[in-house]
């Protein structure tokens, strides 16, 4: 795992590449401490920067930026290509020559003979860019899931792309300067819905999109996967018994695939079902994998007697590392450091990742996807009976949608999606109805300004997954099931925008690269393509998973009640917390902003501290990770 920076200049001569692009390059070394890279084109319309954590071919032979053997291709690249020792196969027998082990030098070889037609080829996470030198074009991929981040900023001088927002905004090139619309969103629902950043110009590249831009600055941008038009129909009339056993074998391949590495390798085991599926495959393949679960004793969250019952079924070589509450505590400050784009959550996982790497482990495998892709989520079931009766109500009178909003939010149990489809449901077709937390801590000049401006937009700018399934829930715009909708909606939202994104932001803050095997592509175009009938049968959760492994796992864990990773933030913000939040919540520091009521603010954390159920933590929690932000990058919040 690596990071990655670039930038191409429309007008010759107009930026020093060479400064700009090292200097972007030093945001990204905690990503990459093992060697560093630097490419400027002889022309000076390129150049590439490249920080690296070696996994596969440690030697300088796997260097980069990486150059073709006639110098005409130079590449940076950020991810793993789990089949590429079959490509370098295909590659050889047509009579290419290789002169390093690496993923790398095969993508490289591949796109100087397919072009944007290679990525159809590749398996695997990825963000990279390919400069031309002949036609003076650069070219830039993400991976199909956005496993990979990949952020770009264009204006007609120069386009910049970088693994962060942070090495963007170290060009000094790009004003750092907050978003608007994007800070509605955050407030909203705790992150930034992709492609948006809270960086105005700065956005996320979509997931399963290539970009290629030419000498005059002209951007052609084009999507080569999509998982509602890519699934594949060979489950659709399949037995049931025929889609357990092709799960399987792609379950068995994907793992397989992921354990490729030249360093040490281990597993998140949580003790729920996907990490020990994942640890029960690994041992079904023949290997003894390493395994790690983190206790945080002071809480009550706690599945440590699971992860020892797998550990111990599967002989692992298991570590348990104990983690007090007064030692997350210190690291809190350290961990909002390291949030590129901030969100409200990401500290679990920082915690996690930094006591994992001190373990001596380079490479971990996580379970993370296993809810969106085999329908784990209880909000399956909800959003389907949400959907049926969603259109109808929508033509309802106000009172009627009202009451049915409080219906559906009563009915989801205070989830944040049952708040947001409720909040749909009774919408009066003004923004303000879908923001309320805008509403409660903005200023009210920017409030209005705010949601006026992002009504205006609201038909043209809107990329709510979520929005869109519902609004096209029976108007046929794919052939997969109402399920595979849903998880199309929860992988281009929760997942993308917060379970990866911290995953990538928080683990690389310490070098550890973080794959996740129930996110290969193979695998999830064929699950998303079985009928809904055999994905939750009766309610059980994940079925064609724990099925297709037949007896692999215990029932204990199977059927045991799904467990949230949660942390006790409301009773330390309540404690030893109090202070750090009162800092960034109270007073002249967020006054200063000049875009929210402080005097809102502070009575929402007064209802907070005094116990009021009508004020959550993380409402509050957000605030103080976009405080900090803000302060750590020097953001004007000017509107």
Wanted: hydrophobic share 40%; aromatic share 10%; charged share 25%.
């Amino acid at each position: 795992m690596c990071g990655i920076f670039g930038i191409f200049a429309t007008e010759l001569g107009q930026l020093d590449l060479r400064s700009t692009t090292q200097q972007a390059g030093l945001k990204l070394s905690h990503r990459g401490p093992d060697d560093r890279g630097l490419f400027v084109s002889s022309v000076g319309r390129c150049a590439l920067a490249h920080t690296r954590l070696s996994i596969l071919d440690l030697s300088p032979a796997g260097h980069q930026p990486m150059s073709t053997p006639d110098g005409r291709y130079w590449i940076t690249f950020n991810g793993e290509i789990y089949n590429y020792k079959e490509l370098r196969q295909e590659l050889e027998r047509s009579g290419e020559t290789f002169s390093s082990y690496s993923d790398t030098e095969v993508i490289l070889r591949l796109y100087a003979r397919a072009g944007s037609d290679s990525l159809h080829r590749l398996r695997g996470m990825f963000a990279f860019a390919i400069w031309d030198v002949r036609q003076q074009k650069l070219f830039i991929a993400r991976d199909r899931l956005g496993i990979k981040p990949l952020y770009y900023y264009a204006d007609d001088k120069k386009l910049i792309f970088a693994s962060e927002v942070r090495a963007i905004l170290a060009t000094e090139l790009v004003p750092r300067q907050i978003d608007p619309i994007a800070l509605t969103e955050y407030l909203a629902y705790q992150s930034v819905p992709s492609p948006r950043t809270l960086i105005n110009g700065i956005k996320a590249m979509p997931p399963g999109t290539w970009m290629l831009i030419d000498a005059t600055g002209a951007i052609k941008e084009s999507k080569y996967w999509d998982l509602l038009q890519d699934f594949s129909t060979e489950a659709q009339t399949a037995s049931k018994s025929a889609i357990l056993r092709r799960t399987s074998e792609l379950l068995h391949e994907a793992t397989e695939l992921h354990l490729i590495s030249d360093v040490p390798l281990g597993v998140f085991l949580s003790g729920g079902i996907d990490s020990s599926a994942l640890v029960g495959l690994i041992s079904d393949l023949g290997y003894t994998p390493r395994t790690f679960s983190v206790v945080f004793a002071e809480t009550n969250y706690d599945e440590s007697v699971f992860a020892r019952q797998i550990a111990t079924r599967f002989k692992t070589e298991h570590t348990e590392i104990h983690l007090t509450e007064g030692a997350m505590l210190k690291q809190l400050p350290d961990a909002l450091a390291a949030m590129d784009q901030p969100t409200g959550d990401g500290i679990n996982t920082y915690v996690v990742s930094q006591a994992v790497k001190a373990a001596g482990v380079t490479v971990a495998l996580s379970g993370l996807g296993g809810d969106e892709v085999f329908v784990g989520y209880p909000s399956f079931l909800r959003l389907e009976k949400a959907i049926k009766y969603l259109r109808p109500l929508k033509r309802l009178p106000t009172p009627a949608r009202n009451l049915a909003a409080h219906v559906v939010e009563l009915a989801g149990g205070g989830s944040i999606k049952a708040a947001k489809i409720a909040s749909m449901i009774g919408s009066d077709g003004s923004l303000a109805s879908l923001y309320p937390v805008a509403r409660q801590v903005l200023s009210s000049s920017k409030r209005r300004r705010l949601l006026s401006r992002r009504w205006k937009q609201f038909d043209q700018d809107w990329r709510d997954p979520y929005e869109y399934l519902l609004r096209n829930a029976y108007q046929g715009v794919s052939a997969a099931g109402l399920f595979a909708r849903i998880s199309y909606a929860e992988s281009r939202t929760y997942m993308h925008d917060v379970l990866l994104h911290d995953t990538d932001q928080m683990s690389m803050a310490h070098a550890l690269e973080v794959r996740v095997p129930l996110l290969d592509h193979k695998l999830i175009e064929y699950v998303i393509g079985a009928p809904d009938a055999y994905k939750r049968p009766n309610g059980v959760p994940k079925s064609l998973l724990v099925e297709s492994l037949g007896d692999l796992l215990p029932p204990d864990v199977v059927h045991r009640p799904k467990q949230g990773f949660t942390l006790p933030f409301a009773d330390w913000m309540r404690g030893d917390l109090r202070k750090f939040c009162e800092e960034r919540l109270l007073g002249q520091r967020i006054e200063s902003r000049g875009v929210f009521d402080a005097s809102q603010v502070s009575r929402l954390w007064q209802g907070f501290i005094n116990g009021s159920r009508d004020v959550s933590w993380s409402r509050l929690w957000v605030l103080v990770a976009l405080e900090e932000w803000l302060e750590h990058n020097r953001v004007n919040c000017s509107i």
